[in-house]
């Protein structure tokens, strides 16, 4: 068997560093190399090797994939729907160019693998609100969700064109707390955990009857693993696959802290997030990555709620 050789780039973001944590457990530490623009996330200190690599300069990119003799990578980095809308041009910039990098390498280098996210942020205002599903009607309205959807059909590109074996989760939003979250819209429901633990109370920027697809980390990273494991002949979608957890609302998981925290009270203060939130679908269908490679959840709100508080008191 030949010995992969992965290349993590955005390692040090919250997919990131679980991520190349749990490569790193099944590969060998030395076989994962962690990447990123900014420095080495503290939690993979002295746990592998760290290369420090911008996306955008596919001269260098291309340097290190042939000198770590470099078989897989997995494309992190990106700037997500929040901080997109601050910055367009960047967003779509980071988020075409650097994908095109990795793909037009893979293929020259012929690499065995390649994964890239995509985000329930493709979906828009028209695609149905409840169990969307795989294929639908797509019309973003956020530059992070448009260039999402262009994405996925560069990878389905590179794929059929040239045989390019990209693979693809479109992730809902993701709750965890060994990194912090980069940017996003979903991301009230990682600081809610924190702030009710130190605060007692959390101001929300969307309203309380706001449902998301969301999903523990966990279930994200195994999900990841699963897809990419996977043999070629069982991954029938080369755009992206649809994957689901679960959905809920402020209000709701306010409700599931309460339960260990009786004190702890929320408000609301919706801002230009509410109408990112608003565009997209409240849940998802994920039959077809449950056909094609077995995909199922293990964490839903309460036993999520449960390990955030546990592990961030
Ligand atoms: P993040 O912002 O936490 O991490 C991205 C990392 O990329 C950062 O560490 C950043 O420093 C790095 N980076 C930025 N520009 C770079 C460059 N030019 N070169 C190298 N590294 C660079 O993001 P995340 O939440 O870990 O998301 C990772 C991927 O998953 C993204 O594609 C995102 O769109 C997708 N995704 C995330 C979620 C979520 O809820 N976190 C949901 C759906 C999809
Ligand atoms: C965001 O809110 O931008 C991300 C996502 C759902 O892609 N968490």
């Known amino acids: 068997m030949v010995k992969d050789k992965i290349l993590v780039i955005g390692a040090s973001g919250q997919i990131g560093v679980e991520l190349t944590m749990a490569l790193?457990?099944?590969?060998?530490?030395?076989?994962?190399?962690?990447?990123?623009?900014?420095?080495?996330?503290?939690?993979?200190?002295?746990?592998?090797?760290?290369?420090?690599?911008?996306?955008?300069?596919?001269?260098?990119?291309?340097?290190?994939?042939?000198?770590?003799?470099?078989?897989?990578?997995?494309?992190?980095?990106?700037?997500?729907?929040?901080?997109g809308e601050k910055n367009p041009n960047l967003a779509w910039n980071l988020n075409m160019q650097g994908l095109l990098n990795v793909l037009d390498i893979a293929r020259e280098e012929k690499l065995h693998k390649v994964y890239w996210p995509s985000s329930i942020a493709v979906f828009g205002p028209t695609s149905p609100k409840i169990n969307c599903p795989q294929q639908t009607i797509i019309e973003p309205i956020?530059?992070?969700?448009?260039?999402?959807?262009?994405?996925?059909?560069?990878?389905?590109?590179?794929?059929?064109?040239?045989?390019?074996?990209?693979?693809?989760?479109?992730?809902?939003?993701?709750?965890?707390?060994?990194?912090?979250?980069?940017?996003?819209?979903?991301?009230?429901?990682?600081?809610?955990?924190?702030?009710?633990?130190?605060?007692?109370?959390?101001?929300?920027?969307?309203?309380?009857?706001?449902?998301?697809?969301m999903?523990?980390?966990?279930?994200?990273i195994r999900a990841t693993i699963e897809l990419m494991e996977a043999p070629a002949e069982k991954i029938s979608v080369r755009t992206s696959?649809?994957?689901?957890?679960?959905?809920?609302?402020?209000?709701?998981?306010?409700?599931?802290?309460?339960?260990?925290?009786?004190?702890?009270?929320?408000?609301?203060?919706?801002?230009?997030?509410?109408?990112?939130?608003?565009?997209?679908?409240?849940?998802i269908d994920d039959v077809v990555a449950q056909k094609d490679w077995n995909w199922k959840p293990e964490y839903d709100l309460n036993k999520m709620t449960a390990d955030m508080i546990e592990n961030l008191k």
């Open 215 to 220: 999903m523990y980390m966990p279930d994200a």
């Open 142 to 213: 956020t530059v992070y969700g448009i260039s999402k959807y262009a994405g996925e059909f560069w990878c389905n590109y590179f794929n059929q064109r040239f045989g390019v074996d990209v693979r693809s989760l479109r992730y809902p939003g993701l709750i965890s707390y060994k990194s912090a979250p980069g940017g996003g819209t979903t991301d009230y429901a990682i600081e809610i955990y924190q702030q009710a633990l130190d605060e007692k109370k959390y101001e929300c920027f969307l309203n309380e009857d706001t449902y998301l697809p």
């Open 241 to 283: 696959y649809n994957i689901s957890a679960m959905s809920f609302s402020p209000k709701e998981i306010a409700g599931s802290i309460k339960q260990h925290i009786p004190e702890f009270k929320i408000s609301y203060k919706p801002d230009y997030r509410q109408t990112i939130a608003n565009s997209w679908p409240q849940s």
């Open 24 to 83: 790193r457990k099944i590969y060998g530490n030395a076989n994962v190399i962690a990447s990123d623009l900014r420095e080495q996330n503290p939690l993979l200190e002295g746990t592998g090797p760290y290369v420090s690599l911008d996306v955008m300069n596919k001269e260098m990119l291309h340097v290190q994939v042939i000198r770590q003799n470099v078989t897989q990578i997995y494309l992190l980095a990106a700037i997500l729907s929040a901080t």
